[in-house]
Nanobody, 126 residues
Framework: QLQLVEAGGDSVQPGGSLRLACVAS????????IGWFRQVPGQEREGLSC????????LHKESVKGRFTISRDKGKNTVYLQMNNLKPEDTGVYYC???????????????????WGRGTQVTVSS
């Protein structure tokens, strides 16, 4: 059974860093894309960073390029999101999602993502 579990959310000050982890079970990272998404109240879930299964190619939303880095450890079946220089607008619930479609496709319409974790809260505030 496919399961995704996020960890690492916390409260930090602006300019701080966090590393989120998404531990996947029941799937191989070779065959799924794993994305990190953020949701704030009243808004749709948005794609931030994604890593492709076979190629390991990454995709980042423009607003997080240079600040967020997605990576994976296949041995641990875990995908990480390193977030640096955090800003108050980065606040939200962060979800990881797994799908067999392309990163570009699930970024275009996040509602089609088939598998989600429960999320982890990130709060950036002084």
């Amino acid at each position: 059974q496919l399961q995704l579990v996020e960890a690492g959310g916390d409260s930090v000050q602006p300019g701080g860093s966090l590393r989120l982890a998404c531990v996947a079970s029941g799937i191989s990272l070779d065959y799924y894309v794993i994305g990190w998404f953020r949701q704030v109240p009243g808004q749709e879930r948005e794609g931030l960073s994604c890593i492709s299964g076979h190629s390991g190619k990454t995709l980042h939303k423009e607003s997080v390029k240079g600040r967020f880095t997605i990576s994976r450890d296949k041995g641990k079946n875990t995908v990480y999101l390193q977030m640096n220089n955090l800003k108050p607008e980065d606040t939200g619930v962060y979800y990881c999602g797994a799908d067999i479609r392309l990163c570009e496709v699930i970024f275009e319409d996040t509602t089609i993502v088939e598998n989600w974790g429960r999320g982890t809260q990130v709060t950036v505030s002084s």
